[in-house]
């Protein structure tokens, strides 16, 4: 029901205004009458709903057009008629400058067509403050993006920005308004230079959306650079006829760098920036097809540091890495520029001679190497030896592959250590005794699984904010009637190999989800218990119901799982990995990318994992402080993790200055052996009794525990 207010002191144009509004159909109108200008100003002034207002200009405390001033100061949007005694066209242009809505002649007061004159006002009102509302959020909604939109007429000239368009582009929007989408907007071919047609110009001619060219570059009004991706699309009318155009774009350069950066590092190792395992491998496949082709040979050297292990526990990490890096310098010294210089990991590294004719050649760059080594390196005070172990293996007669070369070079390194090391060794077939004892490795696995030889030992995660205990992380171990306690580096490759590492990891899983139900039981309060995954588990056919299954087994509650991958298992087959890990979250498991930042995922990819967890890989941990790009890329990652609201998790913390930085760039959670090791479940059932450390690290309520002799003895 609409509101009418009627001012005006004439009793018969009042009851014959009631009147007619009153036979409305379904009575759609309320009346109020008031007499007086100031009766009408104190009606307005109580908030209470007024749609269209009946006014005369003759009223005994106001006169002429400043009765219409006084009202529109109170309600400047209001819908006025003004009551006349006949027709005045010059009157009704001065009210209609005023804001009212016109005139309404007494001869019409009792016309029939009134109350839908008035609804036609009231209506066209309400649609007015709609559009207006309607237009003021969209505008608001525009500024708010960081998007850029610019929209054009059909000449192409400019006749909307967003702030993100006048920040991008360097144009206000004042001055932008009626020029050329051309000159506010001008594209460039990124490796060309060249100029770039505007999509806008293929939107108006031929009424179709225009995706911007891949590689396309903003020129700035400053003449500044920006890499720009997103389209372009046409605007219609309601009859459908294109009248103008939009485009939106953003800048990805950030995101470019990131890329670039995440590439690089996926394929060269972080300390020393030798091409890593995957370069490498790509680039010995390349050779392979070249000397098959060309009737040459190519020589592959293995080479691993002796006693390395000593100088990097004796002085530290610090140290170690720094002898790492001038071991890389003086191997690519010793090669020439079409040979590759390679780092496995760890102290290993490869060496790719092409273009060989004769295994003479790496017999020489051997003997160049050992002599290279030889000599002392000065590493931060310290005068260091250390020399090295090579094997080498050559195409085509010790293998036709990549893996087959790699692997009897490996085989030939271990012989030139059993020799006494600091030598070189070519492959022979009868090396090949080492894999026998692997074959030996084996036997005793598929025993360890009848048996149930293995044991999970538990590391805490610790909030860097409070010092909480938020989690555990469970490590498998083989605890050999024989051999003793055997990390995972001595099996887990050959478990991957002989297919026993799904139902290893199936027990590791059901084992650590009682233990955390087990805990949960004895009043141990725990975020959540972290099982690592490798990619034959989490493409096994019935993976998510093996977990759900485990889950409903062990009662424990799917939140307080974290499940790890790396971040190469996601990547092998990112579809696949898009589908599991998405019945994984239905189910409400949380999922964490571990290893991160060594391998190569694509931004696009990351948001699809829904993954609730980054672990930055501890090599890179390792870098802090040591001028590379370690600490650059950490502080990428955790800024990256911010915006897509995910954890980061720092592994591999051995060193206040590991901790001290990640707490600086806000990093959430960290774990490592500065905090503590790994422990049995007795014993992290301990420290979780503990609490808050305080200024203690777990590391320090560990050894006063448990001792530091134990420690040092199981782990």
């Known amino acids: 029901m609409y509101q009418v207010l009627?001012?005006?002191?004439?009793?018969?144009?009042?009851?014959?205004?009631?009147?007619?509004?009153?036979?409305?159909?379904?009575?759609?109108?309320?009346?109020?009458?008031?007499?007086?200008?100031?009766?009408?100003?104190?009606?307005?002034r109580t908030g209470k709903s007024i749609d269209v207002m009946l006014v005369d200009l003759s009223l005994p405390d106001s006169k002429g057009i400043a009765t219409l001033d006084r009202l529109f100061?109170?309600?400047?949007?209001?819908?006025?008629?003004?009551?006349?005694?006949?027709?005045?066209?010059?009157?009704?242009?001065?009210?209609?400058?005023?804001?009212?809505?016109?005139?309404?002649?007494?001869?019409?007061?009792?016309?029939?067509?009134?109350?839908?004159?008035?609804?036609?006002?009231?209506?066209?009102?309400?649609?007015?403050?709609?559009?207006?509302i309607e237009k003021n959020r969209a505008e608001i909604t525009l500024n708010s993006i960081s998007d850029a939109v610019i929209c054009t007429d059909m000449s192409g000239n400019v006749n909307y920005m967003n702030m993100a368009a006048e920040s991008m582009t360097g144009w206000p929007r004042e001055e932008a308004h009626g020029q050329s989408i051309t000159k506010v907007m001008?594209?460039?071919?990124?490796?060309?230079?060249?100029?770039?047609?505007?999509?806008?110009?293929?939107?108006?001619?031929?009424?179709?959306?225009?995706?911007?060219?891949?590689?396309?570059?903003?020129?700035?009004?400053?003449?500044?650079?920006?890499?720009?991706?997103?389209?372009?699309?046409?605007?219609?009318?309601?009859?459908?006829?294109?009248?103008?155009?939009?485009?939106?774009?953003?800048?990805?350069?950030?995101?470019?760098?990131?890329?670039?950066?995440?590439?690089?590092?996926?394929?060269?190792?972080?300390?020393?920036?030798?091409?890593n395992r995957v370069l490498l491998d790509d680039r010995i496949t390349q050779a392979i097809s070249i000397a098959k082709r060309r009737g040459t040979q190519l020589s592959l050297l293995f080479l691993d540091l002796d006693n390395f292990k000593h100088i990097n526990d004796s002085l530290g990490?610090?140290?170690?890495?720094?002898?790492?890096q001038s071991v890389a310098q003086r191997l690519c010294a010793c090669v020439r520029h079409s040979?590759?210089?390679?780092?496995?990991?760890?102290?290993?590294?490869?060496?790719?001679?092409?273009?060989?004719?004769?295994?003479?050649?790496?017999?020489?760059?051997?003997?160049?190497?050992?002599?290279?080594?030889?000599?002392?390196?000065?590493?931060?005070?310290?005068?260091?030896?250390?020399?090295?172990?090579?094997?080498?293996?050559?195409?085509?007669?010790?293998?036709?592959?990549?893996?087959?070369?790699?692997?009897?070079?490996?085989?030939?390194?271990?012989?030139?250590?059993?020799?006494?090391?600091?030598?070189?060794?070519?492959?022979?077939?009868?090396?090949?005794v080492l894999a026998v004892e692997r074959q030996v490795i084996e036997t005793h696995l598929r025993r360890a699984v009848a048996q149930q030889e293995f044991v999970l030992f538990y590391q805490p995660r610790v909030n860097l904010e409070n010092g909480m205990i938020t989690g555990a992380e469970a490590l498998l171990r083989w605890a050999h009637p024989d051999w003793?306690?055997?990390?995972?580096?001595?099996?887990?490759?050959?478990?991957?190999?002989?297919?026993?590492?799904?139902?290893?990891?199936?027990?590791?899983?059901?084992?650590?989800?009682?233990?955390?139900?087990h805990w949960e039981h004895a009043g141990l309060e725990l975020g959540s218990i972290a099982v690592n995954i490798s990619a034959q588990e989490l493409y096994a056919q019935g993976f998510v119901g093996s977990v759900q299954a485990i889950l409903h087994e062990t009662g424990l509650d799917p939140c307080c799982l974290q499940l790890e991958i790396p971040e190469s298992v996601l990547m092998r087959n990112a579809a696949s990995s898009v589908m599991i890990l998405r019945q994984l979250k239905n189910i409400g498991i949380q999922l964490a990318i571990e290893d991160f930042g060594t391998g190569s995922s694509s931004l696009s990819c990351l948001h699809r994992f829904s993954i609730d967890i980054l672990k930055i890989d501890s090599s890179l941990v390792q870098g802090i402080g040591r001028g590379n790009n370690d600490s650059i890329i950490i502080n990428a990652i955790i800024t990256l993790g911010a915006s897509l609201k995910q954890r980061v998790i720092a592994e591999g913390v051995e060193t206040q200055e590991q901790l001290a930085f990640l707490k600086q760039q806000h990093c959430n959670e960290a774990q490592g052996y500065f905090l503590s090791q790994p422990a049995t479940a007795a014993q992290f059932a301990q420290l979780l009794a503990t609490g808050l450390y305080g200024k203690q690290t777990c590391s320090d309520v560990f050894d006063s525990l448990l001792g530091k002799r134990y420690r040092k003895q199981v782990i």
């Open 317 to 324: 990490h610090e140290n170690g890495d720094k002898l790492l």
């Open 339 to 432: 040979d590759t210089v390679g780092r496995l990991g760890g102290d290993e590294f490869v060496i790719l001679m092409t273009q060989d004719k004769q295994a003479q050649n790496a017999a020489l760059t051997a003997d160049k190497i050992l002599a290279a080594l030889a000599e002392s390196h000065a590493i931060n005070g310290h005068e260091l030896h250390v020399t090295t172990s090579i094997g080498i293996s050559i195409y085509p007669t010790d293998g036709q592959d990549t893996q087959t070369l790699i692997k009897n070079a490996d085989i030939a390194m271990y012989h030139a250590k059993e020799k006494g090391r600091n030598n070189y060794q070519f492959f022979k077939d009868e090396m090949n």
């Open 73 to 132: 100061s109170i309600v400047p949007k209001m819908p006025v008629l003004v009551l006349v005694q006949t027709d005045n066209d010059i009157l009704a242009t001065d009210i209609a400058q005023r804001g009212a809505q016109g005139c309404l002649a007494r001869d019409y007061f009792n016309n029939n067509l009134i109350p839908q004159t008035l609804s036609n006002i009231i209506q066209r009102k309400n649609a007015e403050e709609s559009l207006f």
């Open 186 to 275: 001008q594209i460039i071919n990124k490796k060309t230079h060249d100029p770039v047609p505007n999509p806008i110009e293929w939107v108006l001619k031929w009424d179709e959306t225009m995706g911007l060219t891949a590689g396309t570059v903003l020129i700035r009004r400053d003449g500044s650079e920006a890499a720009i991706e997103d389209s372009a699309a046409p605007i219609h009318d309601v009859n459908g006829k294109i009248v103008g155009a939009v485009i939106v774009f953003h800048d990805i350069s950030a995101a470019q760098g990131m890329i670039t950066k995440m590439a690089h590092l996926a394929q060269h190792d972080s300390l020393t920036n030798l091409p």
């Open 6 to 44: 009627i001012i005006t002191n004439d009793t018969t144009d009042a009851k014959l205004l009631q009147d007619t509004l009153s036979q409305a159909k379904n009575g759609s109108f309320q009346v109020e009458w008031v007499t007086r200008l100031h009766d009408g100003l104190a009606r307005l």
């Open 484 to 517: 003793g306690m055997l990390q995972p580096n001595r099996f887990v490759r050959i478990t991957e190999d002989c297919g026993l590492i799904v139902p290893i990891g199936r027990w590791a899983l059901r084992e650590a989800c009682m233990q955390a139900r």
